[in-house]
């Protein structure tokens, strides 16, 4: 475990970035989650097939291949864009971090995307309806009666969509980003103690999703206080 | 930037090779996953506290980790002990192969425990009174009664967990081995062409996930046909 010491702020700045990117994918998945959510209830024929394609590629292909095509995939396609204008451009990409943000958003966006439908087809319609007999417009009423009602049948999923994108994060260390899992790899050759090492980014994850499920059961309870009826 | 629709199918021949390996990694783990599932539930339904303790910290320790973690701990790391390479397992732990399998059936076993405790929770209590009123053994009623009814109730979430061990496999690919992901990240560094290899192995993924969906789909329809007579 000595060895260790040399390595911990490594391991502190590996585990800031692994929060960054949690906290970036998770702002973006809520966004997509949102809007594909909203897609798949609108009444226009076109949206929901978009929105249901996106969901079945997203939940139907593997973590690690989505981030390599978005990586790659954006590194051909702004190189050759570069390269229209100026031919002497050799190679673009954009950082891994993005790369890896935007494509850990986009899977569990998929996700969030069908636990939303599902907790907004929860709400009573009576209170939508309620609400536009009052005069709300439908951004109001969106914003202001389906939300607020929606999020707390929507947490138990959530909880466990947080759990999984925190877990996904752990693959961007494929694309190069210096993250716990690369700093285990990098730290490996030069200790010579592999176990220590991975066994660490081990336990920092489960400190993380121990965090997160506990979160979860705090706003699980603040969501649900006003159903005494339940006990 | 074109599409080389000719790379697509030069390269199939050996993504088949790939999907292979995915196919028994798949199997593999995901039937002694569920073998350690069912150990996993019995003693955690046991009562005892020395079987609950080590089922539950089990599964709290592998449904809180990355799998990437679990793999790169168990294929990296295990060799660092002088015990593991001296062992009986060595010819085995020494393999990506079944250091893979490895992560991936005890990472199954732990989802695939709490997905069937979930749906012996969903089991009628009424049913349960009435057998042992009917002086029906505990064993027994839990062989003939809560089993089938928990199985059933627990298929749609268990298919979720099979698509999800699909995807999984592809991490097979970050220690060596070339299962289907693994073949596509070979091909792409020799032609650097991401999308039409990386899209067509996605398809493939996607149609595997179709499949175990629409697999589960009918066995539960089967397994439930007794609930409600055929509507029309």
Request: aromatic residues 12%; hydrophobic residues 55%; charged residues 15%.
């Amino acid at each position: 475990m000595s060895e260790l010491v040399g390595w911990a702020d490594d391991y502190f700045w590996g585990a800031m970035v692994v929060l960054r990117v949690f906290a970036v994918s998770l702002v973006l998945a809520v966004v997509i989650g949102l809007i594909g959510s909203a897609m798949k209830l609108s009444g226009s024929r076109v949206a929901q097939t978009i929105a249901n394609a996106y969901t079945v590629v997203f939940r139907g292909t593997p973590e690690l291949l989505v981030l390599l095509i978005v990586y790659f995939g954006a590194a051909v396609t702004l190189t050759a864009i570069g390269q229209s204008f100026d031919a002497s451009v050799k190679f673009i990409d954009i950082p891994p971090f993005w790369a890896g943000a935007f494509a850990i958003a986009l899977i569990v966006g998929a996700y969030m995307t069908e636990t939303f439908r599902g907790a907004f087809l929860g709400v009573d319609p009576g209170h939508v309806e309620a609400a536009r007999a009052l005069g709300l417009s439908k951004f109001q009423t969106f914003v202001y009666v389906r939300i607020p009602q929606m999020w707390r049948l929507a947490l138990p999923n959530f909880g466990n969509h947080m759990l999984s994108l925190m877990k996904d994060t752990a693959l961007i260390s494929v694309i190069g980003v210096e993250e716990i899992v690369f700093v285990a790899k990098i730290a490996t050759p030069v200790t010579l103690k592999p176990f220590t090492m991975y066994f660490i980014v081990a336990l920092i994850y489960l400190c993380i999703t121990t965090v997160i499920t506990l979160a979860v059961m705090a706003m699980e309870k603040y969501a649900n206080k006003h159903l005494v009826s339940s006990r | 930037m074109n599409f080389d629709i000719g790379l697509v199918f030069e390269s199939i021949p050996k993504m088949l090779v790939g999907l292979g390996l995915t196919l028994e990694l798949l199997i593999l783990s995901s039937f002694i996953g569920l073998v350690l599932a069912v150990i996993t539930l019995l003693m955690r339904i046991s009562g005892r506290w020395f079987l609950v303790a080590p089922a539950v910290t089990y599964i709290y320790i592998f449904r809180g980790t990355p799998i990437l973690v679990q793999i790169f701990v168990i294929y990296f790391g295990f060799p660092q002990f002088e015990f593991v390479r001296e062992s009986v397992f060595w010819p085995f732990l020494r393999e990506p192969f079944w250091c893979c399998i490895l992560a991936l059936s005890l990472n199954a076993g732990a989802y695939v425990s709490e997905i069937l405790r979930g749906g012996m929770l969903g089991v009628d209590k009424g049913i349960l009174e009435a057998a042992s009123a009917l002086g029906i053994s505990k064993t027994q009623s839990f062989i003939y009664i809560t089993s089938p009814i928990a199985i059933r109730l627990s298929l749609p979430a268990y298919s979720n967990d099979i698509i999800s061990m699909t995807k999984a496999t592809a991490l097979a690919s970050t220690v060596t081995l070339l299962d289907m992901t693994g073949v596509a990240r070979t091909i792409v560094a020799q032609t650097f062409a991401p999308y039409e290899i990386f899209l067509s192995v996605a398809i493939i993924y996607m149609i595997m996930a179709w499949m175990i969906q629409k697999g589960f789909g009918m066995a539960e329809k089967r397994m439930s046909r007794y609930l409600k007579p055929a509507a029309g």
